[in-house]
């Protein structure tokens, strides 16, 4: 970003004017010019064609625009923003009857960048890319008033500070140096926290028809996307319909650690108490008539292959004992709160349904119980395991972990 020393003087009218012509450029709502500061963060390339491209991160708007008219070419351009270092999302338009697009991102960038491909020789060619961190660049002049200058003149007094000239504070000038990126995601974990905080107990109405995309939709804006540390659910019920968000939130938080514990047990659909067949290989044959919502699990990751390598700490574990559930209740576990869950997620908003916030010594205990289910331990209980993601193997009765 550059910052110049420029006085502007204008009445209110043009103030007026000149705040919706902002509004209206770069749909920033400002009450007073010098707000724009620091706000806009872009990257200007006066080559050719000579490149605007910016993120307004008050209405999260990646906009790119050619600033002179250039030959009537087909062009492409794709835009890309990172989440850290490692995730990248991106999005490809096309600019044939203009020259600019404009993506509103799903959360907050620290590098952006874009690819420029036109029409030679009747084949898509790059012509031009770039890619920068957001870092905000700051010079500033301080002065430190010592002291006070009195000065008379007949009957009038005026006073004036006495200041010395400090070392102007620089900051921003390298993509290792990110003081103020960094103090914002500090911010905005710790706001998160407080949100989680405040949050109490939910109750979701069944509305008639099928609420239950609404209902989930609500779990996931209201917990899951404020968690920093763990999405941890404990659900014997559990199935494919609700992996679509924990999935791009795996994604694109690769630290966070998802863990989906469920109880399924075989032919628990048929009402057949079945056994699994061991191979020789120490594979498992299990058909889809045995372990139906298992089988729709493992086999969403296997139709998303390209991406599993991005998808670091994502685990789902099934432990059953021979025509029984193991475990009835159910809960969402982020980072250190807990809920308890009227009906199965799988059903949520399909009932009357409500969330219980857990206080007092219930959310370590119920996470202590947590570790241990996830390792196969019910007290006298010596479950089966069958897991399923990423690996997709079965654990004999007793061969729990210790």
């Known amino acids: 970003m550059l910052y110049s020393n420029v006085q502007i003087e204008m009445g209110p009218k043009a103030k007026e004017n000149s705040l919706q012509f902002i509004k209206d450029k770069t749909f920033i709502n400002l009450q007073f010019l010098h707000d724009l500061l620091g706000t806009v963060l872009y990257i200007h390339d006066n080559g050719s064609p000579p490149i605007r491209f910016q993120f307004n991160p008050d209405s999260m708007q990646l906009i790119f625009g050619i600033q002179e008219v250039v030959e009537q070419k087909d062009k492409r351009i794709v835009l890309k923003a990172w989440d850290g270092e490692e995730t990248l999302q991106s999005q490809m338009f096309d600019l044939v009857d203009n020259q600019f697009c404009m993506w509103k991102l799903p959360f907050y960038p620290t590098k952006i960048g874009y690819q420029l491909y036109e029409i030679i020789d009747q084949q898509w060619k790059l012509v031009k890319q770039h890619s920068s961190y957001l870092i905000h660049?700051?010079?500033?002049?301080?002065?430190?008033?010592?002291?006070?200058?009195?000065?008379?003149?007949?009957?009038?007094?005026?006073?004036?500070?006495?200041?010395?000239?400090?070392?102007?504070?620089?900051?921003?000038?390298?993509?290792?140096?990110?003081?103020?990126?960094?103090?914002?995601?500090?911010?905005?974990?710790?706001?998160?926290?407080?949100?989680?905080?405040?949050?109490?107990?939910?109750?979701?109405?069944?509305?008639?028809?099928?609420?239950?995309?609404?209902?989930?939709?609500?779990?996931?804006?209201?917990?899951?996307?404020?968690?920093?540390?763990?999405?941890w659910i404990w659900d014997p019920f559990l199935d494919e319909s609700i992996l679509d968000e924990l999935f791009v939130l795996g994604l694109k938080k690769q630290t966070l650690d998802i863990k989906l514990l469920l109880s399924e047990f075989e032919g628990e659909k048929t009402g057949e108490d079945k056994q699994v067949k061991r191979q020789d290989d120490d594979s498992i044959e299990v058909k889809n008539s045995s372990f139906p919502?298992?089988?729709?699990?493992?086999?969403?990751?296997?139709?998303?292959?390209?991406?599993?390598?991005?998808?670091?700490?994502?685990?789902?574990?099934?432990?059953?004992?021979?025509?029984?559930?193991?475990?009835?209740?159910?809960?969402?576990?982020?980072?250190?709160?807990?809920?308890?869950?009227?009906?199965?997620?799988?059903?949520?908003?399909?009932?009357?349904?409500?969330?219980?916030?857990?206080?007092?010594?219930l959310p370590e205990q119920v996470i202590e119980e947590f570790k241990n289910g996830w390792e196969g331990h019910f007290g006298h209980m010596k479950p089966r395991g069958l897991f399923i993601f990423p690996d997709w193997r079965l654990i004999p009765k007793g061969e729990q972990n210790e």
């Open 137 to 231: 660049r700051i010079h500033i002049n301080m002065d430190i008033t010592v002291g006070k200058l009195v000065v008379k003149k007949g009957d009038e007094t005026e006073e004036h500070d006495i200041t010395i000239r400090q070392e102007p504070i620089k900051t921003g000038s390298s993509s290792s140096e990110q003081p103020w990126i960094d103090a914002e995601r500090q911010r905005l974990k710790i706001n998160k926290g407080v949100e989680i905080r405040q949050l109490g107990s939910l109750f979701l109405p069944y509305k008639g028809g099928s609420s239950h995309q609404e209902s989930w939709q609500l779990i996931v804006n209201e917990l899951l996307k404020k968690a920093e540390q763990r999405i």
């Open 293 to 361: 919502r298992c089988t729709a699990i493992n086999n969403y990751f296997a139709e998303r292959n390209e991406s599993l390598e991005a998808l670091k700490r994502f685990e789902v574990r099934n432990w059953y004992r021979s025509g029984k559930h193991t475990f009835h209740d159910r809960f969402i576990i982020i980072d250190d709160f807990v809920w308890s869950i009227g009906s199965s997620l799988k059903d949520i908003g399909n009932y009357h349904t409500t969330i219980y916030r857990l206080e007092g010594d």
